[in-house]
């Protein structure tokens, strides 16, 4: 039997091939031109459609770690070492993974994110399982509230054969066939260090080899206060240099941050097809930089907007994060266009991924939708509704999400779970 929504009505449907009013349509888990009669109806009048918002990095595990003492307003220097005692303190395991992950995707699906990418750094002990279990607790999260995760097997400082053994490990369980991702697409996997500043040569050709053998992604991140500090200390050299001497600039690769980076960087990046994430909910407040979009998206680059962990932005709040990149975006260049911040905060993401079945609404794309409701008093006076989507109502729900078909937030609220449930779950776990 077949399954259909129908969303009605619509004030805009947005979308990076174009915008306008009308209806959108998922069948079986897909956008459609039309929709069956007997369709379920959402009523989207008064508000904007978008396809479903794409987090291109996220630490969840973070989620469980916001506002601690010591971790604001400090040079990335001592935020690393306060982190890594928390982790210590809280003793990281896939118990902890799950409750964390699951605060995290329900905030995203409640922000009007459908899919995270999820660079996961912390593995202490693997005690035999090559951390499948903290992989899995936090597939399972985003499975269970109707979320996709793109799992990055992530090292900071691990032994690279172990780190490489982890990543085929996590790859076999959650997503085992070439390409790194699930039959029914809601679970990907990917690899990626933290650095140039916690990781040396032989753990990223480890991890690329088993990025190589099994069609898997790349991340990491460049060009931060402490990677550029590290990478001039320890060698001498830029970060970007080593990770291109290092086989790391490919295609399929997508960089995180970028804040310290120069024009020739920006098209040493361009040349190699390489995809960037911009996150300034983490580097702005923390005062670690603010990457040069504009200049990223002229020289070519596919850029993807991402919140980064609770550990630096205390939210994970896309649309909040999509809005602070217009406010900065000034400072640094040319002002962003909203149109240009939802792209990547849309498309962007997903294009870095190598998914281009998300992040858009046309017919054959996954059917991940949400509505925007944009007839109150927050959005009073707008002339142009899909840039007031982010200009106005910092914080904004959405009214509906809609993820391969299954209506996941309604009139505001998860359907998948109760909010208190998440909330206590995780502090029975964390004491917060």
């Known amino acids: 039997m077949s399954s259909a929504v129908t969303l009605r009505s619509a004030l805009s449907v947005w979308s990076v091939s174009g915008e306008g009013p009308g209806d959108v349509h998922v069948v079986d888990g897909t956008i459609a031109e039309e929709g069956p009669a007997g369709a379920e109806a959402l009523d989207a009048s008064g508000c904007i459609v978008t396809p479903g918002l794409v987090n291109a990095h996220h630490h969840l595990l973070q989620t469980a770690f916001r506002t601690l003492p010591g971790t604001r307003g400090v040079p990335m220097a001592d935020w690393l070492p306060a982190m890594a005692a928390a982790y210590r303190e809280a003793r990281v395991d896939g118990e902890l993974a799950y409750a964390a992950a699951r605060a995290g995707m329900a905030e995203a699906l409640l922000s009007g994110v ?111 206060q402490v990677d550029t500090a590290i990478a001039a200390e320890r060698y001498g050299r830029r970060p970007l240099e080593l990770l291109d001497e290092w086989g790391w600039l490919v295609p399929g ?16 990046l361009a040349e190699r097809g390489v995809a960037a994430t911009h996150a300034p909910g983490c580097d702005v407040p923390m005062g670690w930089g603010i990457a040069p979009a504009a200049r990223i998206l002229a020289a070519g680059i596919p850029l993807g907007l991402g919140t980064s962990g609770g550990g630096s932005n205390d939210a994970g709040h896309l649309i909040a994060d999509a809005r602070l990149a217009l406010q900065v975006s000034a400072l640094v260049g040319r002002q962003l266009t909203a149109r240009e911040v939802l792209t990547a905060a849309t498309a962007g993401g997903a294009d870095g991924l190598g998914r281009p079945e998300l992040g858009r609404i046309a017919p054959g794309a996954a059917g991940d939708v949400c509505v925007w409701d944009v007839s109150g008093v927050a959005d009073a006076g707008v002339s142009d509704p899909v840039a007031g989507l982010l200009w106005a109502s910092p914080g904004r729900r959405p009214r509906h999400v809609v993820v391969g078909g299954r209506v996941v937030v309604r009139d505001h609220r998860l359907v998948t779970a109760d909010e208190r449930d998440i909330v206590a779950g995780l502090r029975a776990r964390v004491g917060r």
Do not use: M, Y
């Open 253 to 268: 690769t997508t960089i995180a941050h970028l804040c310290d980076i120069t024009d020739g960087e920006i098209a040493l």
């Open 114 to 224: 459908t899919t995270v990418a999820d660079h996961h750094l912390t593995w202490p002990g693997l005690d035999g399982d090559d951390g499948v279990d903290i992989a899995r607790g936090t597939a399972r999260a985003a499975r269970e509230l109707g979320g996709r995760i793109a799992f990055v097997r992530g090292t900071a400082g691990d032994d690279a054969d172990t780190a490489a053994r982890s990543a085929d490990a996590v790859a076999s369980a959650l997503a085992p066939g070439h390409g790194g991702v699930s039959a029914d697409g809601a679970v990907q996997v990917a690899v990626g260090p933290a650095g140039v500043h916690s990781d040396g040569k032989a753990t990223f050709d480890a991890l690329g080899e088993v990025a190589r053998a099994r069609g898997l992604r790349r991340r990491t991140q460049a060009n931060e």
